[in-house]
């Protein structure tokens, strides 16, 4: 038996893109750890060599990992706790995808498990079937999430109180390591009725097939019983038991509520517990561990305290800021303890995903060679005439690009312009221009943005591109109030590659910010210097808020930016709209900043296929961009929600210029960096 859907599609992209690492963390040790593994570390305790664990922000698609990921000793295990409230049909092809590239991606000893629920857990134990094979079913395990509550107990059927996880291994034999847990009271009070002269409880076996000499061994040891018949039967101690082993059941383990510590605001955040005793049953230490829709970390983060490696990919910008944080308390935790950790870093697959959605990257299509000039030979006859193979290339490139344009249109809600020359599209009495799609907006572009507008007397535009080139902003800004223009300039963010959330129209598309940090330069001592945080804003558009308000249903509210401050607006049943401020200050936007007082030191190098094939060997290549090393950061948590405005001194071992970069991630985890010149000594 097979399912199938709409559109079921059994070819897997499976090219080798090159991630773009964004940062690197290493909270730094006070001093190289003096053991066997010191080699790994630099004189600052940083991590130099191994395995650096990776949090990615991206959904999993394409073989991007598969090097690494083999060169690691392969994937271990997976856990992955997809969304699955979205609705069966398109859950299930968006799963089925991913599901095939894990499987590719998991070593032969290796496990998956997929959480779901019983809105999902039909089709996903069909799906594993095929993709896994049904051989390789292991359980379906019952996890009993809390005690009826609420609506839940009340409703007309039984309460839902569970959530399932599908288990498989890859092949056979796999890692195993059965998992107990401590006996009830009541189990021990009912069991272990027995108590000897010590105090220990115990309670009476058969003897089982022991030989005369083993029993005698046993008698001195005290395992012995002796019944009245004159039968003897064994002593299992209480103490020396494993426990009660782990079925399908799991009702011991609480979910994550209000008041626990490990609470990190994430809506659908997993216990630890739980995760423990899924990478203790099905992993050993050093294994590499993956949770490809990771949201809060939960499973990176038990894998990080159990001594294991791991890779956490989350599409969500919010998920991995939130993931982040919580590592970089899990090194702090571990570094006070004086234990171990290893360094991990921030990648997406950013600009080089954006060239292969687009095609643009394309210099192998039609057997062209890299520089794109292989053959002018005349090849195609259209519309009348030859066209080239460089003149076709370049037309299906146009195409593909006027496609995605056509898709990041839909996902900001604009309608497209037929001939408007330079604008794709308008939207709400605004136009809507695009930036290119391989380069970060930058000055020139800006230029022409007012050039264009004063052509058509227009007055109000946005700007959206993936990247805006550092600096720009405020001054273009300033620039373009100036000639009388309101000009948005807005983020397009990683979701306009799911299509899901395009057609739901969940994108949102964010502000640009601000950052201004000032050197403060010791007095007495020249080379050392500290960074404060002095402004961060967030642009905004003119009028949104009045728009939003008018469109907004009675007894709904929305949140939204306006004059650089944060607002709430809402509609009661009567329609009258109340407007509630939410960030008072700069500095409540900003949840996170790190100083690297180095930045151009760290190139970012990338591995490139040497040949068209994707498959053979690689180079490794300078992009022209650098790593952000996060040497110090501050950052709100739960239980506190101070930030220090100012760095910890940095020392610099020579005088002279440097580059120091400062990243700021705002609430809803957008982040902004700007570069910093300073002069030591
Ligand atoms: C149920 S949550 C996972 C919770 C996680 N186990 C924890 O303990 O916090 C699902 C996550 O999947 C992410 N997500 C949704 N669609 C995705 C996709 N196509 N690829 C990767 N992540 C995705 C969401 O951003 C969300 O964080």
Not at 235 to 252: C, M, N, P
Not at 350 to 379: C, L
Not at 661 to 676: E, P, Q, R, S, Y
Request: net charge positive; glycine share 8%.
């Amino acid at each position: 038996m097979e399912l199938v859907w709409n559109g079921k599609n059994r070819e897997v992209c499976t090219t080798v893109l090159p991630f773009q690492s964004l940062e690197h963390v290493d909270e730094p040790r006070k001093t190289a750890p003096e053991s066997p593994q010191f080699s790994l570390f630099d004189s600052r305790g940083r991590q130099l060599k191994g395995w650096t664990n990776k949090l990615i922000l991206s959904s999993l698609k394409s073989g991007a990992l598969r090097r690494q990921i083999e060169d690691a000793g392969g994937l271990k295990l997976i856990y992955i706790g997809p969304p699955f409230d979205v609705g069966a049909d398109s859950f299930i092809s968006m799963i089925y995808e991913r599901l095939i590239l894990m499987r590719d991606l998991l070593a032969e000893d290796g496990s998956i498990y997929v959480h779901c629920d019983w809105r999902v857990n039909a089709f996903i134990r069909q799906v594993m079937d095929e993709v896994f094979g049904r051989d390789f079913f292991k359980n379906e395990i019952t996890w009993k999430r809390q005690p009826p509550r609420g609506a839940r107990a009340v409703a007309s059927q039984y309460a839902r109180t569970s959530d399932n996880l599908l288990f498989y291994t890859r092949d056979k034999p796999y890692i195993w390591n059965p998992q107990f847990r401590k006996y009830s009271e009541d189990y021990i009070k009912s069991k272990f009725t027995n108590m000897d002269a010590g105090g220990r409880r115990y309670r009476v076996g058969d003897i089982g097939d022991y030989s005369a000499k083993s029993i005698e061994r046993l008698r001195a040891e005290g395992k012995i019983y002796d019944y009245p018949s004159g039968k003897v039967g064994l002593k299992r101690f209480l103490d020396e038991q494993k426990g009660e082993v782990i079925s399908d059941i799991w009702s011991d383990i609480p979910e994550v509520n209000a008041m626990a510590i490990e609470r990190l605001a994430y809506p659908t955040q997993k216990p630890e517990a739980l995760l423990e005793r899924i990478i203790k049953a099905s992993s050993n230490e050093g294994d590499l561990v993956a949770d490809f829709f990771c949201g809060s970390g939960t499973c990176a983060a038990v894998a990080e305290k159990l001594g294991r490696k791991w890779i956490a990919t989350d599409l969500g910008k919010f998920a991995i800021h939130t993931t982040r944080k919580r590592f970089i308390q899990v090194q702090r935790e571990r570094k006070e303890a004086g234990r171990n950790f290893r360094a991990f870093e921030v990648l997406n697959l950013g600009r080089y995903e954006r060239q292969h959605y687009t095609g643009i990257d394309s210099s192998q299509a039609f057997g062209m060679t890299k520089d794109g000039g292989a053959t002018n030979d005349p090849v195609i006859s259209t519309e009348g005439r030859n066209l080239t193979r460089r003149e076709m290339k370049q037309r299906i490139l146009q195409q593909k690009e006027r496609e995605f344009r056509a898709l990041i249109l839909r996902a900001y809600k604009a309608q497209p312009l037929k001939d408007a020359g330079f604008f794709h599209g308008k939207n709400a009495g605004r136009l809507v221009v695009i930036g290119p799609i391989n380069l970060p907006v930058g000055r020139l572009f800006v230029e022409e943005v007012i050039t264009e507008c004063r052509k058509r007397g227009a007055v109000r535009v946005d700007v959206l591109a993936f990247e805006f080139e550092m600096g720009l902003f405020p001054a273009a800004l300033d620039e373009a109030k100036a000639k009388g223009i309101d000009l948005a300039p807005k983020y397009i963010p990683a979701e306009v590659f799911d299509k899901r959330a395009v057609d739901k129209g969940q994108v949102v598309f964010h502000d640009i910010s601000f950052v201004e940090a000032t050197p403060r330069y010791d007095q007495k001592d020249k080379l050392t210097l500290q960074i404060e945080l002095t402004d961060f804003s967030v642009y905004y558009t003119q009028g949104a808020a009045e728009a939003a308000a008018a469109s907004l249903k009675n007894g709904k509210s929305q949140i939204m930016c306006e004059q650089g401050r944060l607002i709430k607006i809402s509609k009661d049943q009567n329609g009258v709209t109340t407007r509630q401020t939410l960030t008072k200050h700069w500095t409540d936007w900003v949840d996170y900043w790190a100083v690297d007082f180095d930045y151009m030191r760290r190139k970012e190098i990338i591995m490139v296929p040497k040949n068209a094939d994707g498959e053979s060997d690689f180079e490794e290549r300078w992009t022209g961009g650098y790593i952000f090393e996060n040497e110090w950061q501050s950052f709100r948590t739960r239980k506190n929600r101070e930030l220090e405005l100012i760095s910890a001194p940095q020392a610099y071992e020579r005088p002279g210029r440097y580059t120091v970069a400062v990243k700021v991630i705002d609430i809803f985890g957008n982040d902004t960096m700007t570069l910093v010149p300073v002069h030591v000594g």
